[in-house]
Structures are given as C-alpha cells and as structure tokens.
T-cell receptor
C-alpha cells in the first residue's frame, strides 16, 4: 500500500520567515495530496490540496508544489505568523486503494515572535 | 459548514471493557473513516466505510470493529479495551473523491 514520509518532524522559524515541509510518497498511482493543519485540542483541518494534474497551487501565503516524477510534494508558508504554529500533516490517496488518505507523521511548526 | 461530531471529547475506561465511540456527519458523505493519532506516528487508519453497511480494514484494525447502519453515523468499537489502545481517535467523512473533514477527536484513556 501507500507509504508517506514527512520531514522535518519539528520546525522552528522566526516570525516573517518562510517554512517548508516536505513529503514523499511511494505509490505512483496516488493522485490527490492534501495538507492539514491541526491546532491544539482540535481535529485536523484542510488548508490546501493538489491533484496530480497540477504542479503547483497557491492560496495567499500558502503554496503546495508537486513533483510526480520524484514522487514528492511540499508545503510552503511565507511570511509566517504566530498563529501558523500548529502540527501540519501531509497525505496522499490512490484510486487503487479506495481513495483512503494515508498520512505522514506530522510536523510541529513553531513560529517565534 | 460540514460538521463531524464525535460523541465524547474525553473518555476513561477500564481494561477489558467494551467501548463505543460514536461519530455523526451532517453532509450526506459516502465515506467515513476512523483514525488513531499517536505522537510521532501521524494518523493511522483503523477502518473506513464507503457506504451503509460496507466497511474495509485500514492499516491497524486489530482489536477494533465498526458499524455503519445509517449513512450519517459510523461507530468504532473496542471489543475488550487494552492499555495500548489509549490514544486520540479521530473520525472523518468525505465525498467519494474529495477532501476529508475531521471531528474534534476523542481522547481515550484505558486504565
């Protein structure tokens, strides 16, 4: 089945700097790649997603890039703010496995003000 | 707004008890999922269901079962709770090829 690896496990940045989180996946048939943000005491919430027919997607300060050949995708957050501090999860899903989401282990992002 | 509601935020149960975790969604989603979240391990899929009375095992189904008698409700059952099932449990729902929406989670402690 699908396997998703996520790096780094923790990331500390200064307010205003950029943050990048990277994920690799194993199943070349995977075609949907969402990113979730989880704040303390809450369930994960979708912040951005990308499908395999697109190489990049941007939403204000957040962008995701996908390299299908290398089987990796990345989350980029620019001009980080303290409220960006949270746990971020990447995920991948493949039509071969019922479109269930397989998650990475998560990245704890701390934005220092 | 999509709402996924889990019946309890915190639960404490004794070893050997039968435990029911309930999840309800209000958006007529076909898919429903139960994940377990442990530090450093991310979210691991226990079971999922793509239709009423349909279920499929995820990556860690041992010690768990599920029930989906109605489209909006998906229950996770721990047949005989053990201490290694102490964890955060997250329910999610989605349309067939779309994003998943999560509940707020149930933190289960088995003593």
């Amino acid at each position: 089945g699908e396997n998703v690896e996520q790096h780094p496990s923790t990331l500390s940045v200064q307010e205003g700097d950029s943050a990048v989180i990277k994920c690799t996946y194993s199943d070349s048939a995977s075609n949907y790649f969402p990113w979730y943000k989880q704040e303390l005491g809450k369930g994960p919430q979708l912040i951005i997603d990308i499908r395999s027919n697109v190489g990049e997607k941007k939403d204000q300060r957040i962008a995701v890039t996908l390299n299908k050949t290398a089987k990796h995708f990345s989350l980029h957050i620019t001009e980080t703010q303290p409220e960006d501090s949270a746990v971020y999860f990447c995920a991948a899903s493949s039509p071969l496995y019922g479109n269930k989401l397989v998650f990475g282990a998560g990245t704890i992002l701390r934005v220092k003000s | 707004d999509v709402k996924v509601t889990q019946s309890s935020r915190y639960l404490v149960k004794r070893t050997g008890e039968k435990v029911f975790l309930e999840c309800v969604q209000d958006m007529d989603h076909e898919n429903m999922f139960w994940y377990r979240q442990d530090p450093g391990l991310g979210l691991r899929l226990i079971y999922f269901s793509y239709d009423v009375k349909m279920k499929e095992k995820g990556d860690i189904p041992e010690g768990y079962s599920v029930s989906r008698e109605k489209k909006e409700r998906f229950s996770l059952i721990l047949e005989s709770a053990s201490t290694n099932q102490t964890s955060m449990y997250l329910c999610a729902s989605s349309l067939r090829y779309s994003e998943a929406f999560f509940g707020q989670g149930t933190r289960l402690t088995v003593v």
